[in-house]
């Protein structure tokens, strides 16, 4: 048993690769600073069949875990002294050492990605073999609240991935910025944005649509039509050839394909039955024109799906796969991802705080929507302040305000009795990242077809 065993009281696996590559991980873990980076996390100095190769693995990472970088030569001769004076390394040790030092400065430092891949292959592995086992015990202990928890942490396991660099003073830079706005001002350049269904709302977006890698989200009270209002925005943005994932936690898939059948044939909910033909053949007729985007519904009860979740069912669908035909299905790449919605969404984590438990969610569905340049749209619920007040503003966010810190966007959903008798309702753009907020969009509404917004009377 490795030294990190008896000190974690862990069973650690030895590498499954032969010396050569062990010393090529060893080589690299010593000495390149981005592949140090990526795999601290992951690696272990209890992976190694040669003790020396082993202990200077631990020594780097422990000077990456207080410097943020890799040891020179001189710097990690300089760590063996210190060890071996500490009495971290014992006399016998110390040959093996130096053979070690002379054999991770000699090895061949190429292919760093394959190398990176084989390692974190193995490190999933073992954190699996482990959560299985662990597993097991809580499960005969009855615990079973933590097997999910120990599963979705092992399944997480991977590289750590660094944010973009970007040289803003660069002339490259600077010429590049210069031609995307001159092509966007001309027409040339088509908008990234999701559209939204509607031409005028879209132009009021700073993307002109629901911006890639950001969370937006609608804000109302009870029965304020964020459901509809999800429904609307995923239909449109199939429509218009974009591929749309919605995920329900609240009403159950059927009604909400219900819902889209209407919103999208222009059929009265309460006569989906009587006019059922009609409403297939426009359903077929849109889904022969070889238009529209893929739409793709899944329901889970409340308190269920955590964002991990989301990010392996995407992950699913960006694989190919079989058909029970035996045929194999295409990857589906979303650029639209909705979540209806993530107040009742279940952290990755639980902890006691329910605050602490909203905050992550909201942080991980933004994470998300980064990860995969997508588009994350979501709601979530005002307080009984906003729910009573005319316009619900950022402040009447129920429960947490760290929802309206994390959105990209913000939008609540407004009525009065008379708006609603005339078919018509208020969005209030209450907060905005990367565009001016605070101004009305009155559109006009068509409820019992199921239709959000049919046109932008004004705004205001």
Request: aromatic residues 8%; neutral net charge; contains cysteine.
């Amino acid at each position: 048993m490795s030294e990190e065993a008896k000190e974690t009281g862990a069973t650690v696996e030895q590498f499954e690769f032969d010396g050569e590559f062990q010393t090529k991980v060893a080589a690299l873990a010593i000495r390149d600073n981005e592949f140090l980076r990526r795999t601290s996390n992951v690696l272990r100095p209890g992976y190694f069949e040669n003790v020396g190769e082993a202990k200077l693995v631990e020594l780097s990472l422990r000077h990456f875990d207080k410097y943020n970088c890799a040891p020179d030569r001189a710097s990690l001769i300089a760590l063996v002294k210190d060890a071996v004076t500490a009495k971290m390394v014992s006399s016998e040790v110390i040959p093996t050492l130096k053979e070690a030092i002379k054999s991770v400065y000699a090895s061949d430092m190429s292919n760093r990605d394959f190398v990176e891949e084989k390692v974190v292959a193995f490190a999933k592995k073992q954190a699996m073999i482990h959560a299985i086992i662990k597993s097991a015990e809580m499960i005969g202990r009855g615990n079973y609240s933590k097997v999910e928890a120990l599963i979705s942490e092992a399944n997480a396991v991977g590289a750590a991935e660094g944010g973009t660099s970007y040289d803003f003073f660069s002339k490259d830079r600077i010429t590049e910025r210069t031609i995307v706005r001159v092509e966007k001002e001309l027409g040339a350049r088509p908008p990234q944005g999701i559209t939204t269904g509607d031409p005028r709302l879209d132009n009021l977006l700073y993307h002109r649509g629901w911006g890639r890698k950001e969370l937006s989200a609608l804000m109302g009270g009870a029965k304020a039509g964020k459901t509809t209002a999800l429904i609307n925005f995923s239909k449109a943005a199939s429509l218009a050839g974009f591929n749309v994932l919605y995920c329900t936690l609240e009403v159950g898939a059927s009604i909400i394909a219900d819902r889209m059948d209407a919103s999208i044939s222009g059929t009265i909910m309460k006569e989906l039955g009587s006019k059922a033909h009609a409403v297939k053949d426009a359903l077929n007729k849109l889904e022969a024109s070889g238009k529209t985007g893929k739409l793709i519904l899944h329901e889970y009860a409340s308190g269920t799906f955590s964002p991990n979740q989301l990010r392996q069912l995407v992950q699913r669908y960006k694989s190919p796969a079989r058909n029970q035909d035996g045929s194999v299905r295409n990857p589906i790449i979303f650029d639209l991802i909705v979540v209806d919605y993530a107040d009742i969404m279940a952290p990755n984590h639980r902890t006691n705080d329910p605050m602490e438990n909203s905050k992550s969610v909201y942080i991980d569905l933004r994470a998300i929507a980064f990860e995969e340049n997508a588009a994350v749209l979501t709601a979530t619920q005002t307080n009984r302040e906003g729910f009573k007040s005319a316009v619900a503003k950022a402040e009447h966010v129920a429960d947490d305000f760290n929802k309206v810190r994390t959105v990209d966007l913000m939008i609540s959903i407004n009525k009065t009795e008379e708006e609603a008798a005339r078919g018509e309702a208020r969005l209030y753009f209450a907060a905005s990242r990367n565009q001016e907020s605070g101004f009305t969009v009155v559109v006009k509404q068509n409820l019992s077809m199921m239709r959000f917004i049919e046109g932008v009377i004004r705004v205001e």
